[in-house]
């Protein structure tokens, strides 16, 4: 009997934790194995393996992500960083505009949100932590986007554009115009991009003169946010929390 190689293992792995979405508590073998298109045979060993392990965690007949990954996850240096930095800053930043705040990293074509303070009678907004989105679809995504080399928009074009809100950028020419205004300016804006009604401005966190490492934003309802008087606050809460991280 062949063995795994090492990488498929890895891969499976990965994709059963990622077939826990936002909404998800607990899953079954049947729908885990539906999600992931893995042998149902392969679908239940891992799942004891990585029951055992603290991966996931049982529950019934169903298993739900493990205290384990909680664990592992406060130790990804960049996430404790910048979030123990960002938090006073971004709590300051919502007390002073009242919107919703984010704060999240870039990862790929996509964005990670590490924190989000919300702000009284916010829009809904499709982010939570932890939750992925198209960067170019967000006002984070596109601070960061236009403050990383042009590798990581090449591939983000190649990719694809998908549409997220209503007015969502999907062809590649307009969004590399604005990309190249929010590097100039140093502030990203978005109206309706993300998720109907909702206005967003937002701006880069760098450690020192290296890449960046995250981006803030400040989200609410179009026609009741003037996010032109609230980028100049957004951007300084951006470089108060860069002053503050870790050069290396």
Not at 109 to 122: D, H, R, S
Request: proline fraction near 8%.
């Amino acid at each position: 009997m062949s063995l795994e190689p090492a990488t498929s293992v890895v891969r499976r792995v990965s994709d059963l934790l990622a077939a826990f979405g936002p909404g998800d508590t607990y899953l079954g073998v049947n729908e885990l194995t539906r999600r992931t298109g893995l042998p149902k045979a392969t679908v239940s060993r891992l799942v004891k393996e990585m029951a055992d392990a603290g991966l996931l965690e049982r529950y019934k007949a169903k298993v739900g992500l493990g205290l384990r990954l909680f664990e592992l996850g406060e130790r990804v240096s960049r996430r404790r960083s910048v979030r123990t930095v960002a938090l006073p800053y971004l709590a300051d930043l919502q007390e002073a505009t009242r919107q919703t705040v984010h704060l999240a990293v870039l990862d790929g074509t996509e964005v990670v949100y590490l924190e989000i303070l919300p702000g009284p009678g916010a829009p809904w907004l499709p982010s939570e932590v932890g939750r992925r989105l198209p960067a170019h679809a967000t006002g984070v995504g596109k601070a960061l986007l236009a403050a990383s080399e042009p590798a990581v928009i090449d591939a983000l074009i190649t990719s694809g554009l998908p549409r997220v809100g209503p007015r969502t950028i999907t062809l590649p020419g307009p969004l590399v115009r604005q990309l190249r205004r929010i590097a100039s300016s140093g502030i990203a804006y978005e109206h309706e991009e993300s998720a109907p009604g909702v206005a967003c401005v937002a701006a880069v966190i760098r450690a020192g003169d290296g890449p960046p490492v995250a981006a803030v934003s400040a989200s609410g309802w179009i026609g009741k946010v003037d996010i032109r008087r609230v980028g100049p606050a957004v951007r300084t809460t951006a470089l108060r929390i860069s002053r503050g991280l870790p050069t290396r």
